[in-house]
């Protein structure tokens, strides 16, 4: 039997151990759950998970389904925000073990299960709406209003209605130069004060 010179065995080695850091999970499931969510927030929040997107492709590399899962913390944030909700708690367990805490160097060599639990808490509405000054004729979306639920698309939608109504009288340079923010989550009400 013939016997490897010491690079060649250190060849196959370090093709051997790039095989394992890139080995396929043997296992693969994934869920969300939503305590508390409608229907369609659930639904929302499903089509916003990349690990669920991730798994729904087949057998992916444990890299991979680590990344998604520590994305999935921001995605499903921003969602919740877009939705009205900013109480909310999210947490997505790699076979048992909070995801955000597994440091990147030391992913596991092999992934069974992963978790994803969004408690979303109350949908906030506005208790202010703000935006100063407006151009004559500037038409805010009537979403943006006292009383109203309060998602963040439509704070960017109204900031954006206000920058075009300068910009549209001839203000080319016109852009959004304040923005205050608060957040009551004892009363789930959202105060929004902007500036143009």
């Known amino acids: 039997m013939a016997r490897l010179s010491r690079p060649a065995r250190r060849a196959v080695c370090a093709v051997f151990a790039a095989f394992l850091v890139v080995a396929p999970v043997s296992s ?33 590399p444990v890299t ?20 009205g909700h900013y109480s909310g708690v999210i947490t997505i367990k790699v076979d048992g073990r909070e995801a955000a805490t597994i440091p990147v160097l030391e992913d596991p060599t092999r992934i069974g299960r992963v978790d994803i639990t969004v408690q979303p808490g109350p949908q906030f509405r506005f208790s202010r709406a703000e935006i100063t000054p407006l151009a004559p004729g500037t038409e805010l979306p009537p979403e943006f209003a006292v009383g109203e639920p309060a998602p963040s698309d439509v704070i960017a939608d109204a900031v954006g209605a206000a920058v075009d ?5 001839g203000h080319a340079k016109a852009e959004a130069s304040g923005q205050d923010i608060t957040a009551n989550h004892a009363a789930a009400l959202l105060s929004a004060r902007d500036q143009v």
């Open 165 to 169: 109504g300068w910009r549209d009288i």
């Open 28 to 60: 693969q499931e994934a869920a969300l759950t939503a305590p508390g969510a409608s229907e369609d927030l659930t639904e929302i929040l499903r089509a916003a998970s990349l690990v669920l997107s991730t798994l729904g492709e087949g057998q992916v």
């Open 64 to 83: 991979d389904v680590m990344a998604a899962a520590r994305a999935d913390y921001g995605r499903l944030l921003g969602r919740l925000y877009a939705e």
